[in-house]
């Protein structure tokens, strides 16, 4: 199937009311780091599929499957040149069939990634577009004019540095790019491009895939009257990059972007059981998250970068995240990260001094497992994983080579996977990996904490575990927040059931038997107990004697 067939129109039964995804747990695969199956020191598809297990294992509810399709590989595959094939560094189509039949068989939903904002210059619609200005896909992507002293129409700034336009002799006019140059913009303005956008969405649903994860969406539409974004009030915060110094209110965000997304939503809801979840950033990145789930017609959820990009984790941040997202009619369904394959690995961001990584790593987990909303685990994080520094010889981050040193590699949490501590490579590949494997994850390896009931591996799974058999943990409401000093408490509510949960985000201990009268300890962390939680403990605690 070709991207730009119109979609098929025979009938498919309507979904019944589904929601195995509220409160879901997720678990994010980047495949290049993951499992090598074919020696050639990339992750691939195949090697997904042989590890499958370790994943259920956790007891999640589904994968995501960062992307895979056919990419010159500039921006590691966000740059596609083929929605509905796969990369032969990660396999074939077949082997992505047989991840979803093994994933399926064990209970796991599957979720890829859509890159709708952009695709490759590789890509036939840009090479169809750039051709002429009269063509079919003329105007697929978003062309425009120099000004008359040849400058680019616009002051936008791209998020990777320098302008957001590029000038194209074959066309004699300039494209759009968000990001790298080699991503030319799409212009979902256009019908003809959200058709052929939604003939990609319903390829993958014929294919088995049970969900979506949406990337950089608010990029998807710009301001057509080609407007100056005025300058960024002044601010302490370090610029590191063109693109800080702008509002940046006309090169993306546009109004009509969440008409797009009920697009996509009445397709896949023509399909039972599916989910969508939006990958949104920037200034207004709340505003947009909400927009984009409000009510029953749009996104199923949406995360944001509260936690990503937080150099510190604090009492009040996760409050102010939390009470962002209200249960209340028409109010979206948020989901959470704390690490993903754009962010510094959180232990190393958050780890306060005075306080061991590995018990601060049990702490985060028991936060995100009790957090309202999806949560989203990327791997590795199971097994408590530091962020790996890596010399700028053997940097790969287009970014980070843009923007060297004041933006930090992204590739210190794209390394590889350690699943045996004995082996070559961690036994990630039998090759030189594509980047190397931290020093310290050998120790941290899957084989080594698989055995160990006290591993950080263990401690996941019963979170999770717990999680997953707790209506108040899993869809419940949040109540009674409790914020003193480095204390944080809040309370998750269903019907029938109270607990509450409490954490010392910090290197002293905290007294709680203010808190903990009459609960029932279902986890303590880290040596806590009802008087006291010590440096990074933490304590759910049933309160059903109290209702």
């Known amino acids: 199937m070709t991207t730009n067939q119109p979609l098929v129109q025979d009938p498919i039964p309507a979904a019944s009311e589904t929601s195995w995804w509220k409160g879901a747990a997720i678990y994010q695969v980047y495949p290049r780091s993951f499992a090598d199956s074919n020696g050639d020191g ?59 039949e093994k994933a399926h068989a064990l209970g796991l939903k599957v979720t890829t990634d859509l890159v ?86 319903q390829f993958w649903l014929d294919r088995g895939v049970d969900g979506f994860r949406i990337d950089a969406i608010n990029f998807s539409m710009h301001d057509p ?50 989910f969508t979840v939006a990958e949104v950033g920037g200034d207004d990145a709340l505003r947009e998250m909400k927009s984009f789930t409000e009510g029953e017609g749009r996104l199923n959820s949406a995360y944001g970068f509260n936690f990503l990009y937080a150099d510190r984790l604090t009492p009040k941040l996760v409050r102010e995240a939390a009470d962002a997202w209200p249960d209340t009619p028409g109010t979206g369904w948020p989901s959470w990260a704390f690490e993903n394959h754009d962010a510094p690995r959180a232990v190393s961001r958050w780890t306060p001094a005075g306080v061991a990584p590995q018990a601060y790593a049990r702490m985060k987990m028991a936060l995100l497992c009790a957090l309202r909303g999806n949560i989203i685990l990327y791997n590795g994080e199971e097994l408590g994983l530091d962020q790996v520094e ?85 869809e419940g409401a949040n109540a009674r927040w409790v914020i003193e000093g480095d204390l944080l408490g809040f309370d998750r509510v269903a019907e029938g059931q109270h607990i509450r949960c409490l954490f010392n985000f910090g290197a002293a201990p905290v007294d709680v038997a203010a808190h903990t009268a009459g609960g029932a300890t279902l986890l303590a962390v880290n040596g806590a107990d009802a008087r006291q939680l010590p440096p990074a403990g933490a304590l759910w605690l049933d309160m059903k004697e109290t209702n």
């Open 42 to 100: 990339i992750g691939d598809l195949a090697g997904i599929t042989a590890r499958l297990d370790h994943i259920a294992s956790l007891g999640v509810d589904a994968i995501w499957l960062s992307p895979f399709y056919p990419s010159p590989m500039d921006d590691f595959g966000y740059d596609i040149a083929d929605y509905c094939g796969v990369d032969p560094i990660f396999g074939t189509l077949a082997d992505f069939d047989a991840l979803v």
């Open 116 to 201: 709708f904002a952009h695709t490759s210059d590789q890509h036939q619609w840009f090479a169809e577009s750039r051709a002429g200005k009269h063509g079919d896909k003329a105007d697929w992507y978003v062309w425009a004019d120099a000004k008359p002293d040849g400058s680019p129409p616009t002051n936008w700034q791209s998020v990777f540095g320098g302008p957001a336009w590029t000038w194209d002799a074959r066309r004699g006019q300039y494209y759009l790019h968000n990001f790298l140059s080699t991503q030319p913009q799409l212009n979902v303005h256009n019908r003809a491009v959200q058709d052929a956008l939604l003939g990609v969405v």
């Open 225 to 274: 009257e080609l407007r100056d974004n005025p300058p960024a009030p002044p601010s302490n915060k370090v610029r590191t990059r063109p693109f800080d110094f702008q509002q940046k209110i006309y090169n993306q965000s546009h109004p009509d972007i969440p008409l797009f997304l009920e697009r996509i939503r009445a397709l896949t809801d023509r399909y039972p059981g599916r």
């Open 390 to 474: 890596i010399p700028f010889e053997l940097v790969k981050d287009p970014e980070a080579l843009k923007n060297w040193p004041l933006t930090l590699s992204r590739d210190g949490a794209r390394t590889p996977l350690p699943w045996a501590a004995g082996a070559a490579h961690a036994g990630f590949s039998d090759v030189e990996p594509w980047l190397p494997l931290g020093t310290t994850h050998a120790a941290l390896a899957v084989d080594r904490q698989d055995a160990d009931p006290h591993s950080m591996l263990a401690h996941t799974r019963r979170l999770i575990a717990l999680r997953a058999a707790s209506p108040a943990l899993r």
